[in-house]
């Protein structure tokens, strides 16, 4: 029991997330501006510290912006006519996220600029990552896009993280076993690996969690990804 109510919790948050997509187009933006970070974050030699300082500075952006969401509902939900303190709490909390806004573009100024000086880097080289970096950017990179397209085809019953356009175990299954396949030489692992991913793929559908369309675009999307951070960028 206790397993399927940590189940349902978890349900319960992704569709927050993703309600939270839908319902506010600047939530939006921090999210394909979190792509966009997370994809340039492979193209300069960046030490694990500052990854650490970048990543924490975007996910705090975009947290605060579901808070303040979340409060500006609240409010609408307790009263529609004009009040002086429900407009004072609403700005507090835009306030907050303009703030964690601001030292994003900070903390990335910081990172960026010598690695963008023109008259330092006349031509930005593509620098090759460690292999563990660039496997977590692929695998966020994954369940970023699941999220948009999650968010985007929601159905409308059940929670966003049942069924949908795209099957997010494949994507991920996908995902890993094309990133073994890059990194490994032995053939049998990387047969094995496909095969644990077909299993997972196969595992859906027999479920009836997700259709075999939606699971091959799942399978799709996470080779498509792990080649794309491997063999383009990395």
Same mark, same amino acid.
Do not use: W
């Given at each position: ?11 319960? =948050?992704?569709?927050?997330?993703? =309600? ?22 492979? @193209? ?51 306030? =907050? ?40 950017? =692929? @695998? @966020? ?19 966003? /993280? ?31 690996? /496909? ?40």
């Amino acid at each position: 029991m206790k397993v399927k109510e940590f189940i349902d919790s978890f349900n319960y =948050a992704i569709s927050g997330i993703l =309600a939270a997509l839908k319902l506010e187009k600047s939530l939006r933006v921090h999210y394909i501006a979190a792509i966009t970070v997370m994809i340039a974050s492979t @193209l300069f030699n960046l030490s694990r510290i500052e990854f650490m300082i970048l990543l924490f500075a975007v996910v705090l952006v975009v947290v605060l912006e579901m808070v303040n969401t979340a409060i500006e509902k609240t409010i609408d939900m307790i009263t529609r006519e004009y009040h002086p303190l429900a407009r004072v709490v609403k700005d507090i909390s835009a306030g =907050a996220v303009l703030i964690a806004t601001f030292n994003a573009v900070i903390v990335g100024y910081l990172l960026f600029y010598d690695r963008l000086n023109p008259f330092k880097d006349l031509i930005i080289l593509k620098i090759k990552n460690s292999e563990i970096h660039l496997t977590f950017v =692929a @695998l @966020l990179l994954v369940v970023l896009l699941i999220i948009g397209f999650k968010s985007k085809f929601y159905k409308g019953h059940g929670t966003h /993280f049942q069924g949908g356009i795209v099957s997010g175990h494949s994507a991920v299954a996908f995902c890993i076993a094309t990133i073994i396949s890059v990194i490994s030489e032995s053939l049998l692992i990387i047969t094995l690996s /496909f095969g644990l991913a077909l299993l997972v793929a196969e595992s859906r559908v027999e479920g009836k969690i997700h259709s075999l369309l939606e699971v091959v675009l799942g399978g799709v999307l996470g080779i498509l990804v792990g080649i794309f951070i491997f063999k383009v960028i990395g």
